[in-house]
């Protein structure tokens, strides 16, 4: 099994910074693509940034050029740096990764998801 855990959600006041933090662990022969999707109350859950195991991303339109997605391949991990956030940002920010296990299946995986909130 892989799993997923996010870290660096908090309270924010508007136009600060956060850093969002997600290993990965388990049983892991490989991560492809990673990513971070948030869902804000009543709404339904939206793709933030995605990036490949090359570093290729992708950003939603409501985030590019304040957020950054990164990866840290020898540890697993991904990353986003949200800065000059919004009040519109608030929400609950989960991670995903999808790859091959140690016995050559596949795996896409959720993390339980890390709140962050954005006052005005």
């Known amino acids: 099994q892989v799993h997923l855990v996010e870290s660096g959600g908090g309270l924010v006041q508007a136009g600060g910074s956060l850093r969002l933090s997600c290993p990965a662990s388990?049983?892991?022969?490989?991560?492809?693509?990673m990513g971070w999707y948030r869902q804000a109350p009543g709404k339904q859950r939206e793709l933030v940034a995605t990036i490949t195991s090359g570093g290729s991303t992708k950003y939603a339109d409501s985030v590019k050029g304040r957020f950054t997605i990164s990866r840290d391949n020898a540890k697993n991990t991904v990353y986003l740096q949200m800065n000059s956030l919004k009040p519109e940002d608030t929400a609950v920010y989960y991670c995903?990764?999808?790859?091959?296990?140690?016995?050559?299946?596949?795996?896409?995986?959720w993390g339980r998801g890390t709140q962050v909130t954005v006052s005005s």
């Open positions: 995903t990764a999808d790859g091959l296990t140690l016995q050559q299946s596949k795996y896409s995986v």
């Open positions: 388990g049983m892991i022969f490989s991560i492809n693509a």
